[in-house]
C-alpha cells in the first residue's frame, strides 16, 4: 500500500490492532510474542490492510525485536506493520509508520523522522480535534465509536453520529474503532468512514475458522461486501 495514496478509494481499509494477552490468554510470555507474529503472518495473507502492533507493556528492546518480526512475517503482501506511539521502535524495526496517540509526538515531526513514504496516522475522539491534529497525517482513527472491553469503563463513546461528523469535517480518510463487530459494520459504512481498526473484530473472525488466515479472509470478504452493498450516503 502506498501510503502516499491513501485515499477513499481504497476502502474500506481494515487496521487490526494487536493484543497478545487477548490473542492468547492461557499461553507463556514467550509462546505469546510468536503467536502475535503467526497472527500477523494470517491477517498479511487474507488481505488486512494495516497490522498496529499495540503491546505497550513490552520494554524496548523486546518490543523492537517484536515487531522486526512482524514485519518479516508481512513480507511480501501488501500489509503494512505500524508501531502504536514509538516512533523510534518502528524506526529502529523497519515498520512503515506509526500510530500517534493524543500525547504522542507531533505528526509533523514524526513525518520528518519517518520520510515521506511512512504512513501516519493519528487517534482523534471528535470532529474538533480534525483541523489540529491531522497536519502530515495519512489516516484518522476516531473511536470509541461503541463500548468496548478494550477500555475501561466509563470511557466515552462516540456513536455513529459523532464518527459521521468527524468523517465529515477530516480531509483524510477515518477509520473507525472501538466495539465495532461484523453485524455493525454496514452501519459504519454508512457514516461514510474509510474503513475499520480494532482488536476484538479480528481476533473474533481469526477464531471462527479453522485456521486463523481462513477467518480472517472471511472477514475481509465480509467487509469488502458490505461495503460495496451499504455505500455511504452522501
Known sequence: MDSDRVTAERRPLLCLVSDRHRLSPAASAARQLDDLVGFVAAAAAAGVDIVQVRERDLPGRTLTDLVARCVHAAEGSETRVVVNDRVDVALAAGAAGVHLREDSVDAVRA???????W?????VHDATEISARLSAVNLAVFGSVFSTVSKPAGHAVG???????TVDAAVVPVLAIGGVSEERLEAVWRTGAAGVAGIGLFIDAARSGNEWAAGLGRLVDRARQSFDTFPPLV
Open 111 to 117: 513525518r520528518a523522522l519517518g520520510g515521506r513514504g
Open 119 to 123: 504512513l501516519v496516522t493519528r487517534a
Open 159 to 165: 456513536g455513529l453520529s459523532a464518527l459521521g461528523k
